[in-house]
């Protein structure tokens, strides 16, 4: 079953703006981690906050997480065109599994 | 460099002949996991091997079997493949304690 659902579906901008990603999901959860798919390839993964976390920065990675309203946004700023990927918020709510949202399709225009 | 690798990238079977897909890893972690992922959906969890306790989800198809034989490799055998199974299949592993997978590159299943 889907946990997370991510909006929008896809998103292009302009290098060196920046993109934000939105997530939402529907069952309490342990942490929350983004990833990275570059198109045909593995999963990478790129930041994770936990549930007592509302804020976490990695690079050029921000990450909020509101559990009241089961939500989380990731900000990439100063976009790059290798950043062009999708992107998926997973949601841990159980020891040993995660389950993915919907992901972000973002594109970079040079 | 410590990884996951996953062979063939790209498999091409023929209706209802049965594949084998296999997956192995340097990270010595515990936990391994396969995926199943088709054009432009999320990843969805097909089971788990927590050391050698084997766990599936419930509407994993039982046309997907897998086997663990030791710490490093993990197969997905699909028994009679259909069209509906060409997709994406990603193994991805866990270590102990922590909560980050790391993923292979995927092999590309193609059905004929």
């Known amino acids: 079953s889907q946990q997370g659902e991510e909006d929008p579906q896809a998103l292009s901008i302009q290098e060196g703006e920046n993109a934000t990603m939105n997530c939402s999901y529907k069952?309490?959860?342990?942490?929350l981690q983004w990833y990275r798919q570059n198109s045909g390839r593995g999963l990478v993964h790129l930041i994770l906050i936990r549930s007592n976390e509302r804020e976490k920065h990695s690079g050029r990675l921000r990450v909020t997480l509101d559990t009241s309203k089961k939500s989380s946004s990731l900000l990439i700023t100063a976009s790059r065109a290798a950043d062009t990927a999708s992107y998926f918020c997973a949601t841990d709510s159980s020891a040993s599994k995660i389950i993915f949202g919907s992901g972000t399709r973002l594109s970079i225009r040079p | 460099d410590a990884m996951v690798i996953q062979n063939p990238r790209y498999q091409v079977t023929q209706f209802g002949k049965p594949v084998t897909l296999s997956c192995s890893q340097t990270l010595n972690h515990n936990v391994m996991y396969w995926y199943q992922q088709k054009s432009s959906q999320a990843p969805k969890l097909l089971f788990h091997y927590y050391d050698k306790d084997f766990n599936n989800e419930a509407d994993t198809p039982d046309n997907f079997q897998s086997r663990r034989p030791n710490t490093s490799f993990c197969f997905l055998d699909i028994r009679s493949p259909g069209l509906g199974d060409a997709a994406m299949y990603l193994c991805?592993?866990?270590?102990?304690?922590?909560?980050?997978?790391?993923f292979g590159p995927g092999t590309r299943l193609l059905v004929l």
């Open positions: 991805a592993t866990r270590d102990r304690g922590q909560e980050t997978q790391y």
């Open positions: 069952t309490s959860i342990n942490n």
